[in-house]
T-cell receptor, first 115, second 110 residues
């Protein structure tokens, strides 16, 4: 068990560019979550998958954000036409859920800076 | 529907006790507690389900009062390693997503 991994760990991009982040969950986990965290705040829910199905997406999430989890394994989060307000830590978490929500294991995050 | 945590920050001396509260205005199915150290990912502590259960391990325990929709995290005989920001995450429906509070920053001094 190598834990949840995320790539890249840091990303600096210019406003208007597209960025894509990857998350590899713990292998036996069926759920994968994406969160965004800014300084002094708790993780803000973005979306989650159960296996390959995207079950919920935050209403606050702009249509510039899209996530996929092909084959129910790794996931990607893409942000199109980045804005300075997108600068944040993007966290991925995974859990095994059967009957009720299990504990979530977080990855180290990808820190995005939009200049 | 973001849960409200109190206090926002607390400073303790080693060996002192602390209580962190998490309140919701909506009916909850469960409350999850996490601790995050600066520059690191949140680490899971425990889950409390509706029904008023209480859990604990080592010197950290928690309770969930279903009538008040409030959970409390108890840290007894605090250690330096307890320093960090504590977040509660609330779940309104079984197998739903978590909504996290703004966190409580705990600093334990020698």
């Amino acid at each position: 068990d190598t834990g949840v991994s995320q790539d890249p760990r840091h990303k600096i991009t210019k406003r208007g560019q597209n960025v894509t982040f990857r998350c590899d969950p713990i292998s036996e986990h069926n759920r994968l979550y994406w969160y965004r965290q800014t300084l002094g705040q708790g993780p803000e829910f973005l979306t989650y998958f159960q296996n390959e199905a995207q079950l919920e997406k935050s209403r606050l999430l702009s249509d510039r954000f899209s996530a996929e989890r092909p084959k129910g394994s790794f996931s990607t989060l893409e942000i199109q036409r980045t804005e300075q307000g997108d600068s944040a830590m993007y966290l991925c978490a995974s859990s095994f859920t059967s009957g009720r929500t299990g504990e979530q294991y977080f990855g180290p995050g990808t820190r995005l800076t939009v200049t | 529907q973001q849960p409200v945590q109190s206090p926002q920050a607390v400073i303790l001396r080693e060996g002192e006790d602390a209580v962190i509260n998490c309140s919701s205005s909506k009916a909850l199915y469960s409350v999850h507690w996490y601790r995050q150290k600066h520059g690191e990912a949140p680490i899971f502590l425990m889950i409390l389900l509706k029904g008023g259960e209480q859990k604990g391990h080592d010197k950290i325990s928690a309770s969930f009062n279903e009538k008040k929709q409030q959970s409390s995290l108890y840290l007894t005989a605090s250690q330096l390693s307890y320093s960090g920001t504590y977040f509660c995450g609330t779940e309104r429906l079984s197998q739903g997503n978590l909504i996290f509070g703004k966190g409580t920053k705990l600093s334990v001094k020698p």
